[in-house]
C-alpha cells in the first residue's frame, strides 16, 4: 500500500475491554497508526488480556496514555478530532479524512459522552445495512469497538493513498 505521510491518530476514550483494546493496538501497528488511550481505563495495560489480544505486536505500537481528556485535548492542539458514534453522525463514506485527523472511540458500554461528542469537529457513524430497529430489534445494535476501529482506520488510510 503506497500511502502518503500521515499522522492520523485512534484515541479510545475510557476504554473497558482489554481484548478489544488488544486487538485495536494490533490494528494500529499494523497501520502505523499511533494509540491514544484516555483515563481511567477499565483494565491494566499489564493486562494478560490485553497482551495477549495483541499479540507480540507490543512492541509496534506508539502508545500514549493520558490522565483524562483535558490532557488529551491539550496534547492533540488543533488536529481535527472526529468522534464516531453508533447513534447519529456523518455516514463513513462522506467523509475525507486529512493526514492529521485523530479518531475518537467511546467506551464500549456507553459510547462517547455528549459534553465529549460536542468538544469533536465531526461526528462520524458506520453505516449498517443489518442495522436494528429503534426499538433494538429485528438487527444488530452495534458493531464491536474494534471492528469500529479497524473500518474507520483503513478508511482513513485509503484517503491517503497516493
Not at 505521510?5 to 493496538?25: C, D, S, W, Y
Not at 494509540?35 to 509496534?60: Q, T, V
Request: aromatic share 8%; net charge neutral; proline share 6%.
Amino acid at each position: 500500500m503506497n500511502v502518503k505521510p500521515h499522522h492520523l491518530k485512534v484515541a479510545l476514550f475510557e476504554p473497558r475491554i482489554p481484548q478489544n483494546t488488544g486487538n485495536i493496538g494490533r490494528t494500529c501497528a499494523a497501520f502505523q497508526i499511533p494509540l491514544h488511550l484516555i483515563k481511567p481505563l477499565g483494565f491494566s495495560l499489564d493486562s494478560k488480556l490485553l497482551k495477549r489480544a495483541g499479540l507480540d505486536y507490543w512492541d509496534f505500537i506508539d502508545l500514549t496514555t493520558h490522565e483524562n481528556f483535558s490532557a488529551f485535548k491539550i496534547h492533540i492542539s488543533d488536529k481535527r478530532l472526529i468522534g464516531f458514534s453508533k447513534k447519529d453522525g456523518i455516514p463513513l463514506n462522506k467523509i475525507t479524512f486529512k493526514p492529521e485527523d485523530v479518531l475518537l472511540f467511546g467506551r464500549e458500554d456507553t459510547g462517547l459522552p455528549e459534553d465529549i461528542r460536542e468538544a469533536c469537529d465531526l461526528m462520524v457513524s458506520i453505516p449498517m445495512p443489518g442495522k436494528a430497529d429503534s426499538d433494538g430489534s429485528n438487527g444488530v445494535r452495534s458493531l464491536n469497538l474494534s471492528s469500529a476501529c479497524a473500518i474507520a482506520s483503513y478508511s482513513a488510510l485509503v484517503d491517503q493513498l497516493s
